[in-house]
């Protein structure tokens, strides 16, 4: 669909699709600490977000020894404006 479309839900969708984005937003509203948990195979650290703030220069220096690759963010949260 070309950018700028819409959208016709059913009722119920409409609904659903309101419950999930005032869901999000509540959820979004608190802090979350994230944890050494990840049920992944291989061995990694999380890194403080103020250590990575100004890029991955800093973050180097920071963490010399971490291996060159690529890195993501877990979690983004977005302010939704009503």
């Known amino acids: 669909m070309p950018c700028g479309a819409s959208y016709r839900f059913s009722e119920k969708a409409a609904s659903q699709v309101a419950e999930a984005i005032d869901d999000y937003v509540r959820m979004?509203?608190?802090?979350w600490l994230l944890?050494?948990?990840?049920?992944?195979?291989?061995?990694?650290?999380?890194?403080?977000?103020?250590?990575?703030?100004?890029?991955?220069?800093?973050f180097h220096e920071l963490h010399p020894d971490a291996a060159?690759?690529?890195s993501?963010?877990?979690?983004?949260?977005?302010?939704?404006?009503?």
């Open 68 to 70: 060159a690759g690529p």
């Open 28 to 31: 979004n509203k608190k802090t």
């Open 35 to 58: 944890q050494n948990h990840l049920p992944i195979d291989m061995p990694y650290d999380l890194v403080p977000r103020e250590d990575t703030s100004n890029g991955l220069e800093k």
């Open 72 to 82: 993501f963010p877990l979690s983004v949260s977005v302010p939704i404006r009503a």
